[in-house]
């Protein structure tokens, strides 16, 4: 039998059965699906996630309380606070430091002139402006002098002057957080998401004003510009924090350290570690569905083979080869898992589509990205299982023998 003669033939036979047919396929769509969204969206996240850690930039180190280990192999949020003003100060004073600040963010209630609204407040230095890149619309950022004195000024981000104040009217205007109120001596220019926080809702007051106001008397994180090469500048660091903390670690072993130091780079290879463990959990979850998808291919393949013993028969007694009848089964097989794979292709980069829309809506700044692996995979295996589960009823309906066939058809 010619190859277009037996799609053909495959072809006529699935379409006597449409509606039997198209739930078979059902499966694979369904399990095909599944494995490009998980895919394709654990792609986009990797790359946002990498593009946020990635703004921290090149010749900046990060410091945290805790330990590496600690962070990465058992995160816990009740990690002792270590870094403290007066660590800021010190590390400060080193030459090889080309500027230093320390954060410490809090949710807290914004009222202006009515309007409430929850939002971010950031305490940090003056040197947040050189560490960060920020660039001002309108207005200064803090000085040293506001820092040591724990003045109540606030720099306000882009959608919060518009939004509360209008463009152009928010310096020198007052507002409220919480219960006290601030001066605002700034605007900041449209700056986006960055450490997956909306910059451009977000008021930032000095760390020291954050501390009084707030009950804290340590940083959260500390940033480091620094221009000496990074893993130099990182033991620098690294000695001096034990030093300043007292802690006897002369091996500079981490897991004794109670801070961990990190660069973009160090960032960048635990998120796309991270991401892509993640990612091939999701996809091997979501492939158990195609598992599914195959039994009940065989299962309707062996139903068809019942139901069309004597039409095998009779094409045995005229002549057609065993083999032929092999290939006709596994082409029927193969022609319905190949059909839900492209169908679950279409689909999953649809669906893929909507979702990165809808995340977009709430964080902007994903992209839509098709995981040629997952449509790789989606057509292979897909492929690849209408062989392998279509083969056994194939085989059965070769080894009838002819005269029996048609007995059993009467």
Same mark, same amino acid.
């Given at each position: 039998?010619?190859?277009?003669?037996?799609?053909?033939?495959?072809?006529?036979?699935?379409?006597?059965?449409?509606?039997?047919?198209?739930?078979?396929?059902?499966?694979?769509?369904?399990? +095909?699906?599944?494995?490009?969204?998980?895919?394709?969206?654990?792609?986009?996240?990797?790359?946002?996630?990498?593009?946020?850690?990635? =703004?921290?930039?090149?010749?900046?180190?990060? #410091?945290?309380?805790?330990?590496?280990?600690?962070?990465?192999?058992?995160?816990?949020?009740?990690?002792?606070?270590?870094?403290?003003?007066?660590? !800021?100060?010190?590390?400060?004073?080193?030459?090889?430091?080309?500027?230093?600040?320390?954060? /410490?963010?809090?949710?807290?209630?914004?009222?202006?002139? =009515?309007?409430?609204?929850? /939002?971010?407040?950031?305490?940090?230095?003056?040197?947040?402006?050189?560490?960060?890149?920020?660039?001002?619309?309108?207005?200064?950022?803090?000085?040293?002098?506001?820092? &040591?004195?724990?003045?109540?000024?606030?720099? +306000? =981000?882009?959608?919060?002057?518009?939004?509360?104040?209008?463009?152009?009217?928010?310096?020198?205007?007052?507002?409220?957080?919480?219960?006290?109120?601030?001066?605002?001596?700034?605007?900041? &220019?449209?700056?986006?998401?960055?450490?997956?926080?909306?910059?451009?809702? #977000?008021?930032?007051?000095?760390?020291?004003?954050?501390?009084?106001?707030?009950?804290?008397?340590?940083?959260?994180?500390?940033?480091?510009?620094?221009?000496?090469?990074?893993?130099?500048?990182?033991?620098?660091?690294?000695?001096?924090?034990?030093?300043?903390?007292?802690?006897?670690?002369?091996?500079?072993?981490?897991?004794?350290?109670?801070?961990?130091?990190?660069?973009?780079?160090?960032?960048?290879?635990?998120?796309?570690?991270?991401?892509?463990?993640?990612?091939?959990?999701?996809?091997?979850?979501?492939?158990?569905?195609?598992?599914?998808?195959?039994?009940?291919?065989?299962?309707?393949?062996?139903?068809?083979?019942?139901?069309?013993?004597?039409?095998?028969? !009779?094409?045995?007694?005229?002549?057609?080869?065993?083999?032929?009848?092999?290939?006709?089964?596994?082409?029927?097989?193969?022609?319905?898992?190949?059909?839900?794979?492209?169908?679950?292709?279409?689909?999953?980069?649809?669906?893929?589509?909507?979702?990165?829309?809808? /995340?977009?809506?709430?964080?902007?700044?994903?992209?839509?990205?098709?995981?040629?692996?997952?449509?790789?995979?989606?057509?292979?295996?897909?492929?690849? /299982?209408?062989?392998?589960?279509?083969?056994?009823?194939?085989?059965?309906?070769?080894?009838?023998?002819?005269?029996?066939?048609?007995?059993?058809?009467?």
């Amino acid at each position: 039998m010619q190859i277009n003669d037996l799609f053909a033939s495959s072809y006529q036979s699935l379409l006597r059965t449409k509606g039997r047919s198209l739930l078979t396929m059902l499966g694979i769509v369904i399990g +095909i699906t599944a494995v490009i969204l998980a895919l394709s969206i654990g792609e986009s996240a990797q790359k946002f996630i990498l593009s946020q850690v990635s =703004g921290f930039g090149s010749d900046v180190l990060f #410091m945290e309380s805790g330990t590496l280990e600690g962070q990465t192999n058992n995160p816990s949020p009740f990690v002792e606070q270590t870094l403290k003003h007066s660590d !800021l100060r010190r590390i400060k004073r080193e030459s090889w430091v080309e500027a230093a600040t320390g954060n /410490i963010f809090q949710m807290d209630l914004l009222r202006v002139d =009515g309007k409430n609204k929850n /939002i971010n407040v950031t305490g940090t230095t003056p040197d947040d402006l050189i560490i960060s890149n920020y660039k001002l619309k309108e207005g200064v950022f803090f000085a040293q002098d506001q820092l &040591d004195s724990k003045a109540q000024v606030a720099v +306000i =981000g882009y959608d919060i002057e518009r939004v509360y104040f209008g463009q152009g009217n928010a310096v020198g205007k007052r507002l409220k957080l919480g219960k006290t109120n601030y001066r605002v001596i700034g605007v900041l &220019d449209k700056l986006g998401t960055k450490f997956f926080q909306n910059l451009d809702e #977000m008021v930032f007051i000095p760390a020291t004003t954050m501390m009084e106001n707030y009950n804290y008397d340590t940083y959260q994180f500390i940033s480091v510009k620094t221009p000496l090469p990074l893993e130099e500048a990182k033991f620098r660091l690294e000695v001096l924090m034990r030093e300043l903390h007292n802690i006897d670690n002369p091996e500079g072993d981490l897991s004794k350290d109670d801070f961990y130091v990190a660069s973009q780079e160090d960032a960048v290879q635990i998120v796309e570690q991270i991401t892509g463990v993640l990612q091939i959990l999701l996809a091997a979850i979501a492939a158990i569905s195609l598992l599914v998808g195959g039994i009940g291919i065989m299962n309707i393949m062996y139903v068809s083979v019942t139901e069309r013993i004597k039409e095998i028969g !009779l094409r045995k007694a005229l002549g057609a080869k065993q083999k032929e009848i092999l290939n006709q089964f596994i082409t029927e097989s193969v022609i319905l898992t190949l059909a839900g794979g492209v169908g679950g292709v279409v689909l999953g980069s649809s669906l893929a589509w909507l979702i990165i829309q809808i /995340i977009n809506g709430y964080l902007p700044g994903w992209d839509y990205i098709v995981s040629l692996q997952g449509v790789s995979f989606g057509v292979i295996v897909s492929t690849a /299982i209408g062989l392998i589960f279509g083969y056994a009823p194939a085989k059965k309906a070769a080894d009838l023998d002819p005269i029996v066939a048609l007995r059993s058809g009467d």
